[in-house]
């Protein structure tokens, strides 16, 4: 079945540098949904994509929509403190409705 | 209402108890999910729903969970007898599917179930 990858499992970064990530699999996705959750919090979205190509930017994050719709990254510039979370992908296909599945998660510590 | 609402926040059962969590997605919404989050793990789906129908219930991991939804709206999960293995973070997410733009998803803070 679908199946979400996402590396690196974990970073570790100095305050300052940019970072990123991606999401891949062997299937093809109609939708990316990148989240970031808190430590005792829900995940909040951070940037969706609709469409093969699709770069989005929402103030230091960018993601973009993979053109073979079976990969996306999402790439935060100048990171601080506070970027500290885990950075979930998820993809949206179609079955008998548009289920969306979710990837393990790439966990990010800054370094102040 | 202006996000998802779970409740109870946290919750401490004895092992053998029931326990029920409740899921208010936003207004609107006519789909919700019901996730689970073990401690430093991802997002583990459990049940969708659209309306008061559930047409994938496939994540349910045995016959002692079980979900309704009533009006389109509020959904409760159950967890009957509980189990230590039970202990989690059960997320609850809503979205309004459109077609033509995607299915984004919205989820709350999570319900924050501990069995001793």
């Known amino acids: 079945g679908q199946q979400l990858n996402q590396s690196p499992q974990s970073m570790f970064i100095q305050e300052g540098e940019d970072v990123s990530m991606n999401c891949t699999s062997s299937?093809?996705?109609?939708?990316w949904l990148w989240y970031k959750q808190e430590p005792g919090e829900g995940p909040v979205l951070l940037i969706a994509?609709?469409?093969?190509?699709e770069l989005t930017s929402n103030g230091r994050l960018t993601a973009q929509f993979g053109i073979t719709r079976k990969d996306s990254f999402l790439n935060i510039s100048a990171s601080i403190p506070s970027d500290v979370g885990i950075y979930f992908c998820?993809?949206?296909?179609?079955?008998?409705?548009?289920?969306?599945?979710f990837g393990p998660g790439t966990s990010l510590s800054v370094i102040p | 209402g202006a996000g998802v609402s779970q409740s109870p926040s946290n919750k401490v059962t004895e092992k053998g108890k029931d326990v029920e969590l409740r899921c208010d997605p936003i207004?609107?919404?006519?789909?919700l999910y019901w996730y689970r989050q073990s401690l430093g793990q991802g997002l583990e789906f459990l049940i969708y729903?659209?309306?008061?129908?559930?047409?994938?219930k496939s994540g349910l991991p045995s016959d002692r969970f079980s979900a309704e939804r009533t009006g389109g709206s509020v959904s409760t999960l159950t967890i009957q007898r509980t189990q230590q293995e039970d202990s989690a973070v059960y997320l609850c997410?809503?979205?309004?599917?459109?077609?033509?733009?995607?299915?984004?998803?919205?989820f709350g803070e999570g319900s924050w179930l501990t069995v001793v």
């Open positions: 997410a809503s979205s309004r599917p459109d077609r033509g733009a995607g299915n984004t998803i919205y």
């Open positions: 299937s093809i996705f109609n939708t």
């Open positions: 994509l609709y469409k093969a190509g």
């Open positions: 998820a993809g949206q296909f179609k079955t008998s409705y548009d289920k969306v599945i």
């Open positions: 207004s609107g919404h006519t789909a």
């Open positions: 729903f659209q309306g008061n129908s559930a047409p994938d």
